[in-house]
């Protein structure tokens, strides 16, 4: 599902090709990132990070784990709340996208699409809530270790209706596969694809972006931003139990009284859990 695409449109798919490789840009609900019409408001993300929520790049690529967002270190006696589950007891199945050899030293994914009409500033609140469920990839600025993700904004050409991408950017291709296989499962409809070399030039690079500016607790969705709840409500759900079969994403956005959303503005995913009794 595509961001800031309305539930329930169809997919249009354009292939691009970068030598001898063609990829699909997909361009409505089959990829990417979801929202509802009601919900305009809402903007519809590599190392392992430790429980406190302070991730160090690994020495090696990261395991087949993954790890729901961890609460900020403790201070005094006062115990920091728990991750959903240890980074350790998680995984998400590398069988559900098309990998590249974990060695790639270029390693790129494009995780999700959205329309020329939401800006170059478009939030992305989909990729955002996965990353901040899933802080054994550390985002920044740059991708120099095993586990660490960069994130940048691209926009494709005329053929691709000059349609957003944001592209994500690896050190290993063990990273990228392993940020691309928890994305599809955690977004049920994307299609995320991933890269073994320079992303395609028809895919122009517009600007770099910092997915999870600031600490932790301050990327939780706005009370007011109905998608992003919704996104962050899957993202922690999919989390603790990733054999969910549901999209809960679009479920919510269909129907978001039936949901408790206002737990999505919790931190970590063990309160928003907690709270919406699970």
Not at 116 to 126: I, T
Request: glycine share 8%; hydrophobic share 40%.
């Amino acid at each position: 599902m595509n961001e800031s695409w309305s539930v329930g449109r169809g997919v249009l798919s354009v292939l691009f090709f970068s030598g001898a490789s063609a990829l699909s840009f997909a361009c409505g609900d089959g990829s990417g990132e979801a929202k509802s019409d009601t919900a305009a408001s809402g903007a519809p993300a590599a190392k392992p990070a430790k429980a406190d929520g302070s991730a160090k790049p690994a020495a090696a690529p990261p395991p087949t784990a993954k790890a729901a967002d961890a609460a900020p270190a403790a201070k005094g006696d006062a115990p920091a709340p728990q991750a959903v589950t240890a980074p350790e007891q998680q995984s998400y199945p590398l069988g559900n996208i098309k990998a590249i050899p974990d060695s790639c030293s270029n390693a790129h994914v494009i995780l999700a699409n959205a329309p020329a009409s939401v800006g170059v500033d478009y939030a992305w609140q989909y990729s955002k809530q996965a990353m901040l469920a899933n802080q054994q990839f550390k985002t920044g600025s740059s991708a120099t270790a095993p586990g660490q993700v960069s994130f940048a904004v691209h926009q494709g050409d005329a053929s691709m209706a000059e349609a957003f991408a944001l592209v994500a950017t690896c050190a290993d291709g063990s990273t990228c596969n392993r940020l691309a296989s928890m994305y599809k499962a955690v977004v049920k409809s994307s299609n995320p694809q991933v890269l073994c070399g320079d992303v395609p030039k028809a895919l122009a690079l517009k600007k770099k972006i910092d997915l999870l500016a600031g600490d932790p607790a301050s990327n939780v969705p706005a009370a007011s931003d109905t998608i992003g709840k919704c996104a962050r409500v899957a993202a922690c759900t999919i989390a603790s139990k990733p054999d969910t079969t549901d999209d809960v994403g679009i479920q919510c956005q269909k129907a978001p009284t039936k949901f408790k959303t206002e737990c999505a503005t919790k931190y970590p995913c063990a309160e928003v859990m907690a709270c919406l009794g699970q």
